[in-house]
Every structure is written in structure tokens, then in C-alpha cells.
């Protein structure tokens, strides 16, 4: 049963923590972010925000920030998120249900599809686009990738956080979506804020299981990453 949330320090199945693992592992700048987001970078050309899964929504203030690190060249990257106060032109409906192994095919020619087919769970999909809004993947003709630009950055929506999590990130070609959607961030903040009272790194680990969870986190990281280099070269 997968439970929990994409926080990088869950090592649980629904957790973050491999990927983020990984991406540190990969050479990628990448830090935990549990300040509220009118603490974000003035000046956020190469930064890059993620937000997975997030447990409630921002308040008119933080979504105003949120709105202006995008505007003045942030990109964020917004998964398994309803809410339109994350982000502007945020369109989402609920759709099919997808059961966690629903294959969802490429819709156009990106680099964010160079990996092909991904898996992804959940009922949510995108319900509009307009001619700024390129979806990037689809499953059974539902929105479930979509990218567009607002302001001098960009917002890259995902309809689940799974292909990040610490189950899905081995499925097809999850990983190969998560790393072009990074693309060529120079800093990479890991959202932590939006899971509530901003979790400390012992809060999942309180148990021996967690414990043994982590290191079994950190062993799947490294073997993702070792068969990621051996296909596609050096991540850097």
C-alpha cells in the first residue's frame, strides 16, 4: 500500500528521497527547501522548483511569490497539484482513474518526451491548453504532461508525482522524464514547505525500519544512477 508523500526525506514507496538521492548523486545543485516562497530567489534565472504531491494549498501571499519567481525566470515544476493558486493557467480537472502501471505515450516531439513512454497513476488531467501550452504526454488522450512558458520562466506540470517517487522512478522511462524536466537547472530546490510544519530529517526515521528504508534509498539511488550512466552517459 503506498501511503505517505514525496517529501525528500520519506524513504517510504511514495517517498522522494531516491530521487533526490539521485539527483545530487548526478552532480545536479540540488537542496531542500522548507522556507515560505516569498523567501525564493530574486533573481531565479536557472532555478529550478519542485513541488510534488503538495499537502495544502498556498495562501494568497505565498501563491503571489510563487507566481513572481516564475514571472521573473523560474521554472516550476509542479506535480500531482489541483490547485490554480500554485501557479497561473493552472487547468485541471479530475479524469480516468489510472491504476500506478497506465503507460502514457508522448504527445509531441520535446526534449521533455525524449525518454518515451512513462507510467503514471492517479485521476487528475490536464483540462484545457491554450497555444502557450504544449502537452507533452498523454494517456488515453488525457493531459497528464504539460508545459508552458509564464513570464520569463516556465511551468512544467505533472498529473502524479509517482515518476519521482521512490517506487515509480524505476518504472519505464520515469527516471528519463524526471531528468529532461530538470533539464539544464543550474540550482534545483526540493519544496519541503507545502507538506506542512516543514519536516526534519529524523521525522521519518524515527523507527528501525525507516531507518533500514534509508539505506535501501540510498543503495536503489545508486543502482538507478550506475544503469542511467551506463545507457546515456554521464549526467552533468
Known sequence: NEVGFPSSYNTGLRGGKAAYLLLKRSGYKVERWSEAPQELPRSPSGVLLIIAEPRR????????????????????LLAGAASESFAPQVHVKRGM?????????????????????????????????????????????EAVVVGYRAGRGKILWWASARPLTNAGITEA?????????????????????????????WSYAASKALK????DCAVLAAFILLTFARRSGPLM
Open 57 to 76: 494549498w498556498p495562501e494568497t501571499d505565498e501563491g503571489n511569490a510563487l507566481r513572481k519567481f516564475v514571472a521573473a525566470g523560474g521554472t516550476l
Open 97 to 141: 482513474y489510472r491504476p500506478v502501471d497506465t503507460k502514457c505515450e508522448p504527445a509531441a516531439p520535446a526534449d521533455v518526451t525524449r525518454g518515451g513512454t512513462i507510467t503514471m497513476d492517479g485521476a487528475l488531467a490536464w483540462d484545457k491548453s491554450d497555444i502557450s501550452q504544449t502537452v507533452h504526454y498523454a494517456c488515453d488522450k
Open 173 to 201: 522511462r520515469n527516471l528519463d522524464l524526471l531528468v529532461n524536466s530538470v533539464g539544464d537547472a543550474r540550482r534545483i530546490l526540493w519544496d519541503e514547505y507545502f507538506y506542512g510544519s516543514a519536516p526534519g530529517p
Open 212 to 215: 533500514w528504508g534509508g539505506l
